[in-house]
């Protein structure tokens, strides 16, 4: 399609000045070519009904942050986010004769959330928060111009906007100059904009990890500087940022950043706690590095291995917080050996208050804490190989987690010793295979005995209570250590079991 003559040929230096020449952009689309995207966008049956509906309605209308900064740098474009002088009223009795639905459950911040030709989107009134510096949310006052909503949002790169229908490019705040020079930087001091809102803080660790750019040295400095005001935001908020960080393709700079400005330590302290002090004698790898490199090999293996929806959350926070048990188990041996024992079992306790405390849901604290305490498990099979019925109990332990274990345990290895590497790859190949084949032949992911509680209830002619469940761990075991046995031998050895006990 031709290009708007409002944002065709122009590009613009981000102070509001037009060039005559397209910008080099490095890694992002040229400038025009991202004008041309922006054209398109403009150009969809949503965005064009909700044009033409606000013009009509004497309102002013603009796509905003996000899709706008996406066009710039050729990412895909999924979520729709308008910004109007229309109040939510206002809005409301526009969007209602062209939505094919419409909420306002976002209506005390000003914003009304619909569904236009087949398309979620959200409308939110001009903003002008203001804060007290000491409560967690913003007073919410409306603005009155689209210059004064984006100068109070949290980075430059987020303060672009395309006005609708004229398709013009605003950027106040040098938006444009960021992306080129890939760098993030708050629109106002880092001082201020901080000190409104902490949370921007872990959201420029989590940017920067997703959009692969630079904090501002000043920005940086601001974030070490204010840590401590994390503490003024609800777990369940920093929660979700540190999802949406542990979510992108590569969060390792992310994290990194949280450590090192001080942030980590405020609300995942056991993640810096694992940069153990390493003395001359006593000498052991960087045990957050290589908790690090864990999580950077599980996200490989899973997108290679392709079993699981990926991103996969539990994989993501296992791999990070496998070792956090190491700090409070390290013991000093002679011979310059250092240990950890049962970091596994603290770990997962560690990990489980953790999770608690940023309000985590129930299903992911005992998936994660699982995972740690299991994390361990393989380390002896490549040097002794187990029985059928250590395989088992290896699939029954792990539960639905076992392709998880898979992933955590593969990752996990992170020597630079190739051979050693290989001895272990090799040893969980091994062990896959094994686990594969007594699948086939015994549907070893439902392991259970051939007897369930009502039958060994009608065969000992006993109540329900404690003693059922004893007899079923019996069983469980003889199914465990010898494989199906058939119902009359399980029979057999019930009442084997009962007579002995009762002897």
């Known amino acids: 399609?031709?290009?708007?003559?409002?944002?065709?040929?122009?590009?613009?230096?981000?102070?509001?000045?037009?060039?005559?020449?397209?910008?080099?952009?490095?890694?992002?689309?040229?400038?025009?070519?991202?004008?041309?995207?922006?054209?398109?966008?403009?150009?969809?049956?949503?965005?064009?009904?909700l044009a033409t509906a606000f013009e009509r309605a004497g309102h002013e209308l603009a796509l905003v942050g996000g899709p706008v900064r996406d066009a710039f740098l050729g990412r895909p474009v999924n979520d729709l986010d308008f910004t109007t002088?229309?109040?939510?009223?206002?809005?409301?009795?526009?969007?209602?004769?062209?939505a094919e639905a419409?909420?306002?459950?976002?209506?005390?911040?000003?914003?009304?959330?619909?569904?236009?030709?087949?398309?979620?989107?959200?409308?939110?009134?001009?903003?002008?928060?203001?804060?007290?510096?000491?409560?967690?949310?913003?007073?919410?006052?409306?603005?009155?111009?689209l210059e004064g909503d984006l100068g109070r949002r949290d980075f430059t790169v987020n303060a672009l906007a395309l006005r609708l229908p004229k398709l013009e490019l605003v950027d106040p705040t040098g938006g444009v100059e960021?992306?080129?020079?890939?760098?993030l930087r708050t629109p106002a001091a880092p001082e201020r904009s901080f000190g409104d809102d902490p949370l921007r803080m872990l959201r420029a660790a989590r940017f920067s990890a997703q959009?692969?750019?630079?904090?501002?040295?000043?920005?940086?400095?601001?974030?070490?500087?204010?840590?401590?005001?994390?503490?003024?935001?609800?777990?369940?908020?920093?929660r979700d940022e540190l999802v949406k960080l542990l979510l992108t393709s590569s969060p390792r700079g992310g994290i990194r950043l949280l450590v090192d400005s001080g942030l980590a330590e405020r609300v995942l302290p056991e993640v810096p706690a694992l940069r153990l002090e390493v003395d001359e004698h006593h000498h052991h790898k960087?045990?957050?590095?290589?908790?690090?490199?864990?999580?950077?090999?599980?996200?490989?293996y899973e997108v290679s291995r392709g079993n699981l929806d990926s991103p996969d959350l539990v994989v993501r926070i296992a791999a990070l917080l496998h070792d956090i048990g190491k700090p409070g188990t390290r013991r000093l041996e002679s011979g310059g050996v250092v240990s950890f024992h049962h970091h596994d079992v603290v770990g997962a306790k560690l990990a489980r208050k953790r999770l608690r405390a940023l309000r985590f849901d129930n299903d992911t604290i005992a998936a994660?804490?699982?995972?740690?305490?299991?994390?361990?498990?393989?380390?002896?099979?490549?040097?002794?190989?187990?029985?059928?019925?250590?395989?088992?109990?290896?699939?029954?332990?792990?539960?639905?987690?076992?392709?998880?274990?898979?992933?955590?345990?593969?990752?996990?290895?992170?020597t630079r010793n190739r051979r050693k590497a290989d001895r272990l790859g090799f040893a969980y190949d091994d062990l896959e295979e094994r686990i594969a084949v007594l699948?086939?032949?015994?549907?070893?992911?439902?392991?259970?005995?051939?007897?369930?509680?009502?039958?060994?209830?009608?065969?000992?002619?006993?109540?329900?209570?404690?003693?059922?469940?004893?007899?079923?761990?019996?069983?469980?075991?003889?199914?465990?250590?010898?494989?199906?046995i058939g119902a009359d031998a399980a029979e057999q050895r019930l009442r084997d079991w009962w007579a002995s006990r009762e002897a």
């Not at 002088?85 to 969007?95: F, G, Q």
């Not at 002896?380 to 290896?394: E, K, L, M």
């Open 178 to 183: 960021d992306l080129l020079a890939k760098t």
């Open 439 to 484: 699948a086939e032949e015994e549907e070893l992911a439902a392991v259970r005995p051939e007897l369930d509680g009502a039958d060994i209830m009608r065969l000992l002619s006993i109540p329900p209570g404690p003693v059922v469940g004893e007899a079923y761990r019996y069983l469980l075991e003889v199914r465990l250590d010898e494989g199906p």
């Open 368 to 414: 994660v804490s699982r995972l740690i305490e299991l994390h361990l498990r393989f380390f002896g099979y490549a040097d002794a190989a187990w029985t059928d019925s250590a395989v088992r109990r290896y699939v029954r332990d792990a539960g639905d987690q076992l392709e998880r274990l898979h992933i955590l345990t593969r990752a996990d290895v992170t």
């Open 286 to 300: 960087d045990v957050y590095e290589h908790s690090l490199t864990v999580l950077d090999q599980a996200i490989d």
């Open 85 to 98: 002088d229309a109040t939510p009223d206002e809005i409301l009795a526009i969007v209602k004769p062209i």
């Open 102 to 145: 419409h909420w306002d459950i976002g209506r005390a911040f000003g914003t009304i959330g619909a569904k236009v030709a087949g398309e979620q989107v959200e409308i939110t009134t001009y903003r002008a928060d203001a804060y007290d510096g000491e409560s967690r949310k913003p007073e919410v006052v409306f603005g009155d111009s």
């Open 211 to 238: 959009l692969g750019f630079e904090v501002e040295e000043g920005t940086l400095e601001a974030m070490s500087t204010l840590a401590a005001e994390i503490d003024r935001i609800s777990a369940e908020r920093v």
């Open 1 to 49: 399609m031709p290009r708007a003559a409002a944002i065709g040929p122009v590009a613009f230096d981000g102070r509001g000045a037009a060039t005559s020449a397209p910008l080099n952009m490095g890694g992002m689309e040229s400038v025009a070519a991202a004008l041309d995207r922006l054209g398109e966008l403009a150009a969809s049956p949503t965005v064009s009904k």
